[in-house]
């Protein structure tokens, strides 16, 4: 906008009587109207309208990288607790597995107690493991409704959401990193903060040169065209 010409419109009305004070007459009422059409183009301004120009553009620059930032962590956000509930899926499975586990073994050591061949201690001792397997069972449960909760706050939707994820293949496939350091400095190199700092450079720069332009003399076209009746 600041390349494109001003442009004023002024309309005014007036009604009134003119009094001769010397000889203590008037001359009777008298309307007046009159309209005004004026432009105005800068010419010369110092280099500042195009300072301020590439300035605004760092700035939209700027917040699109960091716009861009905030979808990644959003989206990387989203992986880790991902992972995180495969990880706790992963653990409740563990954990009900050994609770089958020490239940047998609560069994046999009953048979075995019966049959005299062990004291009743060792089914103690098999009851004992068996509750802190169970309490382990709850823990995981526990930790399962928990980072099931987080992905679904990370994702957007309510904590109690319903909604089922895909289970890791059994086979994973392996990625190569072979040339790990280029890989780093090409992450670095597209980092969006590290482009929205830049751009932001770039706006700071362009300021400075607009503030710079004030003292260069302006140079403006003007045109004006009025009616007076």
Not at 52 to 81: C, P, S
């Amino acid at each position: 906008a600041a390349y494109l010409p001003e442009v004023d419109l002024t309309v005014d009305g007036s009604r009134g009587d003119t009094v001769n004070l010397a000889a203590d007459t008037e001359s009777g009422t008298v309307d007046t109207y009159a309209a005004d059409f004026s432009l105005r183009y800068p010419l010369l301004d110092g280099g500042g309208r195009l300072a301020k120009l590439k300035g605004a553009a760092a700035d939209l620059m700027n917040a699109n990288f960091r716009h861009n930032a905030t979808l990644q962590d959003v989206a990387l956000n989203v992986e880790e607790a991902y992972y995180q509930l495969l990880a706790v899926r992963e653990l409740e499975r563990l954990a009900a597995q050994t609770v089958r586990q020490t239940q047998y073994h609560v069994d046999v050591a009953k048979a075995r107690h019966q049959n005299g061949i062990v004291a009743r201690s060792d089914v103690l001792k098999a009851r004992t493991a068996k509750a802190d397997a169970d309490l382990q069972l709850v823990r995981a449960k526990s930790q399962v409704r928990i980072a099931r909760g987080r992905l679904a706050n990370t994702m957007g939707l309510p904590p109690d959401a319903s909604f089922t994820i895909q289970e890791l293949p059994s086979t994973p496939q392996t990625v190569e990193t072979a040339d790990i350091r280029r890989l780093m400095n090409e992450a670095v190199g597209q980092r969006p903060e590290l482009a929205a700092t830049l751009a932001d450079m770039a706006a700071n720069r362009a300021k400075i040169k607009a503030a710079k332009a004030r003292y260069w003399p302006t140079i403006s076209l003007n045109s004006n065209y009025g009616r007076r009746d």
